[in-house]
């Protein structure tokens, strides 16, 4: 089954910067890759997600670019702001096949003022 | 905007007894889905429901669970004999099209089973 892997852990930026996470996974049938930002105690908010026949996705301060080939895909957070503290999790699924979600093991994003 | 619901929000059980954790997926949502996530891990997904049957479960969704939506609103999770390790936070999600659609969440029920 699908497998997905996520890096860093955790990453600490200045207010300001920005934040790269990354993710690859292992079923190449997969077609469909959201991102959900969580906070502490409370549930998955999706914040982005990126289709296979799509390479890059814009949204704001937020961007998701994807590598087929590779079969990789990264979320950049530009401008960080100390909200954008939180949990965030990549994740695979296969489309039109029941749409489970896989996700990577998180990364604790700690943006400092 | 809709919203997934889910009760209790937490819910503490004595081992080896039996929990229902209820949801109510968004309204014109037809695909359901239950996970959870232990503490300070990733999310996991247990089962999938669509035209009132199971669609795909994973290999944590053993004889102990089962789901069932008994109306057209709710959407539950039973745990029949409950162990220790079932301790977890269990979320809710719902899809109205699998091709064009995200997953929606609710807030999650957290199980401390002791």
């Known amino acids: 089954g699908e497998n997905v892997e996520q890096h860093p852990s955790t990453l600490s930026v200045q207010e300001g910067d920005s934040a790269v996470i990354k993710c690859t996974y292992s079923?190449?049938?997969?077609?469909?890759f959201p991102w959900y930002k969580q906070e502490l105690g409370k549930r998955p908010q999706l914040i982005i997600d990126i289709r296979s026949n799509v390479g890059e996705k814009k949204d704001q301060r937020i961007a998701v670019t994807l590598n087929k080939t590779a079969k990789h895909f990264s979320l950049h957070i530009t401008e960080t702001q100390p909200e954008d503290s939180a949990v965030y999790f990549c994740a695979a699924s296969i489309r039109a096949a029941g749409n489970k979600l896989t996700f990577g093991g998180g990364t604790r994003v700690l943006v400092k003022p | 905007e809709p919203e997934v619901t889910q009760t209790p929000s937490h819910q503490v059980t004595q081992m080896g007894q039996e929990v229902i954790l209820r949801c109510v997926p968004i309204?014109?949502?037809?695909?359901f889905y239950w996970y959870r996530q232990i503490l300070g891990q990733k999310v996991e997904f247990l089962v999938s429901f669509y035209n009132n049957e199971i669609s795909e479960k994973s290999e944590i969704f053993d004889d102990q669970f089962s789901v069932e939506r008994p109306d057209g609103s709710n959407f539950t999770l039973k745990i029949r004999s409950t162990k220790l390790e079932d301790s977890a936070m269990y979320f809710c999600?719902?899809?109205?099209?699998?091709?064009?659609?995200?997953?929606?969440f609710g807030d999650g029920t957290r199980l401390s089973i002791l």
């Open positions: 999600a719902s899809t109205g099209s699998l091709s064009n659609q995200p997953q929606h």
């Open positions: 079923d190449s049938a997969s077609n469909y």
């Open positions: 309204s014109n949502h037809l695909y």
